[in-house]
């Protein structure tokens, strides 16, 4: 086994028995980027000098037997999350030039554990779409299959960590940016609890949606870092701390909303995993949600809401770059209309166009009152059965560019993965399969989901699933 | 939503849009609001009642001042700046 193949648990002992040392551990994954990244295109920019200074702490919390699991494990960063003097740019063209000034909660936590940082992977325009299409610095590709996508938007972080870049990287998750990408490349990705994570120092797109999640190879490595950036946060007022049984017996099957739109593979391979967990021992259980038909509709309501307000403070005042109009007003114009990308500007229209007077009633509220009908219908739900089990996306990684025009259609490929976010649920996608598509197997992830605080359910089932 | 109504909402949201970009929104806007005219099958009186309901609770702190480390990073950030204040282009005229 090469260093970068390993598990945060399996290098974790390597370093602890000084097989291995941190620099060692530090080199193969830079000397893996080097050699793979002008392919993948998985981080925007490297910054040896930041990674190296790192190592020293690593080591010697290592040497003084201070060393935690995360002591010195090479950890992917989306470039939506800060690191005080690391530059940074969400992906986008309008923050080029813009260095951090504090370090994100989560960033805390990892470096108080002597975490290496790896910053800047690549990902779609402030977290927006399922592709990395839509980031300024081009797309990152499918290691499986390089004329597809990697998927989105923490198509960097899914990517670093299934091409051995990073042993473990953080996404972001707001309709499905962890989990989806994650299915596509065959890694494990968490969104967790809304709240669970702070969101303090991460780039906002949709703030009552938006959550940290860890990607890894396996599923104990996810509870791994899982573990590490959770918790109650004072620069965060919407952080919750919350602890169910993690008891598992019944599993639910929503297949009345499997019925369409789902790519026949793709469903055969749900069956497979669903006749795997029955042969665990879990008793699967046909439930209905009904209110899932509004999940996509009520996402792409009020997600570009909270967009359009988000994207306001990119105005060309505060941070990063500016396009020079004629006064004031028009350098607002002129930086945004510039420096902003198709998708992000789409957004923010459609945010304004649903808060707008006449329209905010017919849709905003709507969709805040179809918000709560789910959350309720899932409650419900979870009373009767303690997990739920859904296929990750309707189709394996699609081909560079055949969604990128048709925006509708992209969007449609996020059906099972919103409905955890509206909910604030948590879920996790879990390498489930592979199809067949010209001669190359592409990934196909099981996506289970968990009433909320029940991560400790989707750790236990996930490490059952796994085949290792 | 014809070409009127998109260069309005580029205008309501500041972006400056290119008349290829004015196009190709116009387009793609009937057919994702179309999509999202779903949720107006939820019945207006079930609204009010709904939200009511909703389980949030609210998290207070004290509001106790603290003072900031280095705000004088924050400023160098932006892209118009001098000595400790955040330029922008003249706003009012004489």
């Known amino acids: ?468 | 939503m014809n070409s009127k109504d998109i260069k309005h909402l580029a205008t309501l949201s500041r972006l400056h849009l290119e008349d290829s970009e004015v196009e190709e929104y116009t387009k793609q806007f009937d057919e994702i609001v179309a999509y999202v005219d779903k949720i107006k099958e939820i019945a207006s009186s079930a609204t009010d009642q709904i939200i009511e309901s909703n389980e949030v609770k609210n998290v207070l702190r004290e509001d106790i001042v603290s003072s900031y480390e280095n705000p004088e990073k924050i400023i160098n950030e932006a892209p118009g700046h001098q000595d400790n204040f955040v330029k922008v282009k003249k706003i009012l005229n004489q």
């Open chain 1, 1 to 468: 086994m090469t260093i970068t193949e390993h598990t945060i648990e399996s290098l974790h002992a390597k370093l602890i028995s000084k097989e291995l040392s941190v620099q060692e551990v530090v080199d193969a994954c830079i000397s893996q980027i080097t050699a793979k990244n002008p392919e993948l295109n998985v981080f925007i920019q490297l910054h040896t000098d930041f990674i190296n200074s790192q190592v020293s702490v690593a080591q010697e919390k290592i040497n003084s037997g201070t060393a935690t699991m995360l002591t010195g494990i090479p950890i992917a960063l989306k470039d939506n999350i800060l690191i005080q003097g690391e530059k940074i740019t969400a992906a986008s063209k309008i923050l080029e030039g813009y260095t951090a000034t504090y370090d994100a909660t989560v960033i805390k936590k990892l470096k108080a554990h002597g975490a290496i940082l790896i910053p800047r992977a690549n990902m779609d325009e402030f977290a927006m779409g399922a592709s990395t299409e839509f980031s300024a610095y081009g797309v990152t590709k499918n290691p499986h299959d390089t004329t597809r996508v990697s998927g989105g938007s923490s198509g960097g972080s899914i990517v670093s960590v299934a091409s051995g870049m990073s042993i473990a990287a953080l996404g972001s998750d707001t309709g499905g940016s962890v989990r989806q990408p994650a299915s596509f490349c065959g890694v494990v990705g968490l969104k967790p609890t809304y709240g669970s994570v702070s969101r303090n120092g991460l780039i906002a797109m949709a703030s009552s949606f938006d959550v940290i999640g860890p990607v890894t190879k396996t599923v104990s490595d996810s509870k791994i870092l899982f573990d590490a950036i959770k918790g109650i946060d004072s620069l965060d007022q919407t952080t919750v701390e919350g602890e169910i049984s993690s008891d598992v017996k019944k599993i639910g099957v929503p297949y009345h909303f499997l019925k369409s739109g789902i790519d026949e593979d793709v469903l055969k391979v749900f069956e497979e995993n669903i006749e795997r967990l029955k042969s665990l021992g879990y008793e699967i259980v046909d439930i209905s949600l009904p209110s899932f038909e509004y999940a996509l509709s009520i996402y792409y309501i009020l997600v570009p809401a909270e967009v359009s307000s988000n994207m306001s403070r990119f105005d060309g005042v505060k941070f990063g770059a500016k396009v020079e109009g004629k006064d004031m007003i028009d350098d607002y114009f002129k930086t945004r209309g510039t420096l902003l990308g198709t998708e992000v500007k789409r957004r923010i229209m459609l945010g304004t166009y649903v808060l707008s007077a006449g329209y905010a009633d017919e849709y905003y509220r709507k969709a805040w009152t179809a918000r709560t009908m789910i959350k309720q219908e899932l409650k419900k739900v979870f009373e009767s059965v303690d997990m739920i089990a859904m296929p990750v996306s309707p189709c394996p990684a699609f081909k560079i560019g055949e969604m990128a025009s048709d925006p509708l259609k992209m969007y449609l490929a996020d059906i099972f993965t919103v409905s955890a976010n509206v909910a604030g649920v948590p879920a996790i996608s879990i390498p489930g399969g592979s199809v067949n598509r010209e001669q190359k197997n592409l990934p196909i992830g099981l996506q289970l989901l968990a009433p909320w605080h029940g991560e400790e359910r989707l750790f236990k089932v996930g490490q059952k699933f796994e085949i290792l």
